[in-house]
């Protein structure tokens, strides 16, 4: 995803890399299909098994890894513009501690408030304490909120039993 | 005249207290969604599933309609205040409504865009009420072979006609597909792609999906290129009441526009683009004042916003008949219903008219609560487009997750949602459309489930799909759809909507 943030689309009729990469991704999903659909045991004498439509979709997969292959091949890709890669990570990092603290059972409040400082902080923001504060009392809302208001339990934590 | 008693016992749902009251919250919450940038009304809908599966389906569903017509005028605001449309159905508005708010006419461009989106919803709605018994009569014969063959259509359009790459559009409903395929084949109760982890034997949630690919991903894409974008946004200045001029100006767009809209969004083509570009350039055509164009001429603003909203009615047309969505909202919609146990067809209008009429009727009551809302409320929508990005977004962020955190709260199903969020920012930088993969992921399963209902029939042979004259045209037109934009490489084509 980060190896092409210098302008490459720009030159066009260029072999574009990350276009060959997406044919390959796509030739092993159907490869992944096939493999997949034949483990399944087809015992339905009328119509159709269950391995028919994984084949199918494979099928159509592996005819659409040819075509993006071509296309990259050609330097067809749409131009893209430089990414700012640090700022893609720190959010996929803010998910990742989300995902760790539910995990460990840290509860709903944590979790979130982390996501929404480090998206903040992507995005720009430098007041990191004054975001996790907004971001505290935005998550605590929401947990009273579904908690109270709409009865759909979200995952607690020692913060959360105060409630 | 059956048209009319159904309309009529479903106004009396439509005005029940609860009822209004869901209409209300829908469209409030379109709107805000429709003037944010990065949230669509599909991400929303999404958004409030799980929360809305312990209400009333009625009610949830009034809601969500109110959210799609909602979207359509809020994003109007955006287009016209600060060039970047908010839904890409406002692209057409943007072109002449930020010109002429950069004129000091931004009032009478919202305005124009307001009523005409009303006139447009008003008449589209109509359309949709008498067109839907008609369609439902037609679609009761329908056998499972010609639903399948219908779903085909629908695959092909939402994806390869319409996009600006059919190779990139019939990769990202593939993908769809495949999505579709996870979980426990419920006629055999075999797993299918579930590589021995429990969480996806009930296979991938429609909300995960469309969460991670509008919500993650355009937020990791938006970050990503936060230092090429720029955003201005103009001060709405001078009177927001038209001239009679403006008047006189913009009532033969709003009609035209809603031409455009309505067959459109009915066909199952799948978008609002097509008709606001189609409106854009035949105002352009017509206009006594063609010079105007570029420069902000409110007719570019009137007939594109019409057509944009008569095609939002457009879409109820097939998912409320046939159970087809053909635009990333009427997808999460029919999830929507499915969630409920309700199958969008022929049956629901039989057994749930109460529901489906007091639906179609409660959109009349979104209309003029939207015009109301939206004509003398504009500042306060406006305010809205303040709120700093980082907080915006970080916010979108913590509402997005707390929605899979609440149906599903697995690391499971947490790593699916940032995956999938990976997976739009890459499709938003390859330029792969978004919308097919969430159709391909609904209309999936069904389609499968038709065609092996119909193999079941036929004891295997695959020549019935073209025994029926139904299924035999419409895998024809699928065909023609399909093959068409290869011949017509070049030719120029709208990009795919997205919402």
């Known amino acids: 995803m980060t190896s092409d943030s210098g302008s490459q689309g720009s030159a066009p009729r260029r072999i574009d890399s990350a276009g060959v990469v997406i044919a390959l991704a796509l030739a092993a999903l159907a490869a992944v299909l096939v493999w997949d659909a034949s483990q399944l045991q087809s015992n339905n004498p009328y119509g159709m098994g269950p391995h028919v439509m994984p084949v199918v979709i494979a099928v159509g997969l592996g005819i659409l890894a040819i075509g993006n292959l071509v296309e990259a091949l050609r330097g067809n890709l749409p131009a893209r513009e430089s990414a700012d890669t640090k700022a893609v990570w720190l959010i996929l990092g803010g998910l990742a501690l989300l995902i760790a603290i539910i995990g460990l059972g840290g509860g709903f409040i944590p979790a979130t408030t982390a996501l929404f400082v480090a998206t903040a902080t992507a995005f720009g923001r430098r007041a990191i304490l004054a975001d996790l504060a907004i971001g505290f009392v935005m998550t605590t809302l929401i947990y009273v909120a579904f908690s109270r208001l709409l009865t759909l339990s979200l995952p607690a934590g020692p913060l959360e039993r105060l409630f | 005249m059956d048209a009319f008693v159904a309309l009529a016992n479903g106004m009396a749902v439509a005005i029940q207290p609860m009822n209004m009251l ?3 919250i829908g469209v409030l919450l379109g709107t805000a969604v429709g003037v944010l940038p990065g949230i669509g009304p599909a991400l929303t809908v999404a958004l409030l599933l799980p929360v809305t599966y ?105 994806s ?11 990769t990202s409903l593939f993908i769809g597909l495949t999505l579709g395929l996870v979980g426990i084949d419920k006629l055999t109760g075999q797993p299918r792609l579930a590589f021995g982890i429990p969480e996806l034997l009930d296979g991938v949630e429609v909300t995960t999906l469309a969460v991670g690919l509008f919500a993650v991903g355009e937020a990791l894409y938006v970050v990503s290129r936060r230092h090429h ?41 799948g978008g609002a683009e097509i008709p606001t570009f189609l409106s854009y350039s035949t105002e352009k055509r017509l206009s006594k004042h063609p010079e105007e164009f570029g420069k902000g001429a409110i007719e570019g603003v009137a007939g594109p916003e019409a057509a944009n909203n008569a095609s939002a009615a457009g879409t109820l047309v097939p998912l409320l008949t046939l159970g087809l969505p053909t635009s990333a909202t009427a997808a999460m919609m029919l999830a929507g219903f499915q969630q409920y146990g309700l199958n969008p067809g022929p049956l629901l209008f039989a057994e749930r008219p109460d529901l489906v009429w ?34 915006l977004y970080a916010g979108i962020l913590v509402f997005a997750t707390t929605g899979t955190i609440a149906a599903k709260p697995s690391v499971v199903e947490l790593s699916m949602l940032a995956g999938f969020g990976v997976m739009g920012f890459l499709m938003r930088r390859f330029d792969f459309p978004i919308a097919p993969v969430v159709v391909g992921l609904i209309l999936g399963p069904i389609a499968e489930s038709q065609l092996r209902r119909a193999m079941s029939i036929s004891l295997g042979d695959p020549m019935a799909l073209l025994q029926s004259p139904m299924s035999a045209t419409l895998l024809g037109i699928a065909l023609i759809a399909l093959v068409a934009p290869f011949v017509m490489q070049g030719l120029g084509r709208f990009k795919a909507n997205e919402d």
């Open chain 2, 229 to 269: 974008s720029e955003e201005k946004l103009e001060p709405v200045r001078g009177s927001l009441w038209m001239t009679k001029e403006d008047w006189q100006r913009s009532w033969k767009p709003w009609l035209r526009g809603t031409m455009f809209g309505f067959p459109i969004g009915a066909l199952p083509a």
């Open chain 2, 160 to 170: 390869a006609t319409f996009g600006s790459s059919p190779i990139r559009g019939l």
């Open chain 2, 54 to 158: 312990k209400l009333d389906p009625g009610g949830s569903l009034i809601m969500f309609a109110g959210i799609y017509y909602g979207g359509m005028y809020g994003g109007s605001t955006t287009a016209i205040l600060i060039n970047t449309p908010g839904e890409s159905a406002s692209m057409a508005t943007a072109l002449e409504g930020n010109k002429m708010a950069k004129a000091g006419r931004g009032g009478p461009a919202l305005a124009t865009a307001a009523i005409g989106s009303f006139v447009a919803g008003t008449i589209a709605t109509i359309g949709l009420a008498f067109l839907a018994p008609w369609l439902v009569d037609f679609a009761v014969h329908f056998g499972p072979e010609d639903y399948f063959a219908l779903m085909c259509v629908a695959f092909v359009t939402v």
């Open chain 2, 22 to 24: 869901y209409a209300l």
């Open chain 2, 358 to 391: 007091g639906l179609i009727a409660s959109l009349f009551i979104a209309n003029v609560m939207l015009l109301v809302l939206n004509l003398p409320l504009v500042g306060l929508w406006v305010k809205l487009l303040a709120i700093p990005q980082p907080w």
